[in-house]
């Protein structure tokens, strides 16, 4: 039996256009839908700099304080990332995102964790920062890979 924590929690799909969407409507309609959602798109870049900056500030709160409630803050920041992210545009950096919340949910205890949850950080701001479609980013790619592995090599440590 194999182990489903171990594969990826996102898959990474190429966007489409609304006409790929729904063949044989009407084509004012999907054509003002698609102008709508091109302008909406404008915005995705401020709000997910908005979902950064929280995380980030979560993050250091927690270096900063590790207790419980700043751990649980983080955590939450994490999850918001996370979801945010996908529907943003950015499918890595949202499964860097849930790879901190994985690592947080662990207990957060132990050498490295604080590293290691900085070096999630540290990555999703840099993925961030280069745009969308991060998702043709090999380096991005390699980079949650590596996350992750390091979350799972935690995780299955004896306690």
Do not use: C
């Not at 994985?102 to 964790?113: I, K, T």
């Amino acid at each position: 039996m194999s182990d489903h924590r171990s594969k990826p929690t996102h898959q990474v799909f190429a966007p489409r256009r609304l006409r790929a969407l729904k063949p044989g409507s009407d084509e004012a309609a999907l054509a003002r839908a698609q102008n709508r959602f091109d302008d909406l798109q404008e915005n995705f870049h401020g709000w997910i700099m908005d979902e950064l900056a929280k995380l980030l500030q979560a993050l250091d709160t927690f270096v900063d304080r590790p207790e419980q409630g700043t751990l649980a803050a983080l955590r939450r920041a994490a999850r918001d990332f996370e979801a945010n992210a996908i529907q943003l545009g950015y499918p890595i950096a949202s499964r860097i995102a849930a790879s901190l919340a994985r690592l947080l949910d662990g207990g957060f205890s132990g050498p490295g964790a604080g590293g290691l949850a900085q070096g999630h950080g540290q990555a999703i701001a840099s993925i961030i920062r280069s745009g969308p479609n991060e998702s043709q980013n090999a380096t991005a790619l390699a980079l949650a890979e590596a996350l992750e592995l390091a979350v799972g090599q935690r995780a299955a440590r004896p306690a």
